[in-house]
């Protein structure tokens, strides 16, 4: 199956390799169920506390549970087989011209399915195969327009449209169907106007969705809290010299956050410090010229060539004057 040009049929995929061989017993559900209606609040706290409550499941730590003779190699292989999730996230996103927001929502579902599911490391399709699904979804919830599943590059193997689609079906009841995911980027707007009132919000916002960006390579996304790294990369944006003093000052804004919370926010705000001093890039190439309502991004993971990609981010979800709608 790895050989180039290799075609992956649903009948030879359920015949060679069942799905239990790699996942565990599925029910059947419906597709129509993946669309929920959205919900709408004029009152901004109201809203945030909202996505507050949403985030349970998030910075648990719960990870599938190895066996001690195989957890190296499989740590070991997980982590490579998702850092290439993540490229193939992020520069598919370029390609196709999907918003970055839909690429992130991708690896959330990636790391959201992997933390109640094992893939064996010998079947290396299976991670593509959850890879081009997890994006497909996310396009379906963030996307005006859908390319058909055909057109999604995966590289070595080609899967039959419902073989995708069949992966979707799996990965949405892993899921619950809880599909509206929570992810840093809805709290940009709100944690600048809370933190940074003095501001232009839409510099931070362009500064801080980058660190968001990057810190997806380092960070499982199911053992952090999204409202936590938003707080940190918007941090990060404003002022790279903040002291844990002026943190608290600054987060004692959110009333219902703890020493707990400024904890995890102060280790995120250092780990993007640490990525600045690898990888500095200058702030000027963040901005966008030829849209106002736009911003474009370095894409961090593209190596295919000598010049860099763009990804881009549309700033109108964190628009204030924009209605409020749960995910």
């Keep these: 199956m790895g050989s180039s040009g290799t075609f992956i049929s649903l009948s030879s995929l359920m015949c060679e390799e069942s ?38 499941g998030f910075g648990s730590q719960s990870h599938h549970v190895l066996s001690s003779n195989h957890v190296c190699s499989k740590r070991l292989w997980l982590r490579s087989a998702r850092l290439d999730a993540i490229h193939w996230f992020f520069n598919t996103q370029v390609k196709i011209g999907f918003k970055v927001h839909t690429a992130y929502l991708s690896m959330t579902y ?41 057109e999604y590059p995966t590289e070595e193997y080609r899967f039959e449209s419902k073989v995708i689609k069949n992966m979707e079906l799996m990965i949405l009841s892993t899921l619950e169907w809880k599909m509206g995911s929570v992810t840093p980027f809805h709290y940009l707007h709100y944690f600048v106007s ?15 969705t980058e660190h968001i960006v990057t810190m997806v390579k380092d960070i499982n996304l199911m053992d952090q809290r999204p409202s936590i790294i938003a707080s940190a990369a918007v941090m990060a944006a404003f002022d790279a010299t903040l002291t844990r003093n002026g943190m608290d000052y600054r987060l004692s804004a959110i009333s219902s956050w703890g020493n707990i919370e400024r904890g995890h926010v102060f280790s995120c705000y250092n780990l993007i410090q640490q990525k600045r001093n690898i990888v500095k890039t200058p702030s000027s190439n963040l901005l966008s010229t030829h849209s106002s309502s736009t911003c474009v991004v370095e894409n961090p993971f593209d190596t295919s060539s000598g010049t860099k990609r763009k990804l881009t981010f549309e700033n109108g979800e964190n628009s204030p004057r924009q209605k409020l709608h749960r995910p």
């Design 19 to 56: 799905e239990a061989s790699f996942f565990e017993d599925d029910e059947n559900t419906s597709i129509d169920s993946l669309y929920n209606p959205s919900f709408v609040l004029d009152d901004e706290e109201e809203y945030i506390e909202y996505l507050f409550t949403q985030e349970m």
């Design 110 to 150: 990636f790391d959201q399915f992997l933390s109640k599911r094992s893939i064996d490391e010998s079947k290396p399709w299976a991670i593509k195969l959850l890879s081009v699904a997890c994006l497909s979804l996310a396009a379906k919830m963030e996307e005006q327009n859908v390319p058909p599943l055909f």
């Design 194 to 208: 809370k933190f940074f009132p003095e501001s232009r919000p839409e510099i931070i916002i362009i500064k801080a």
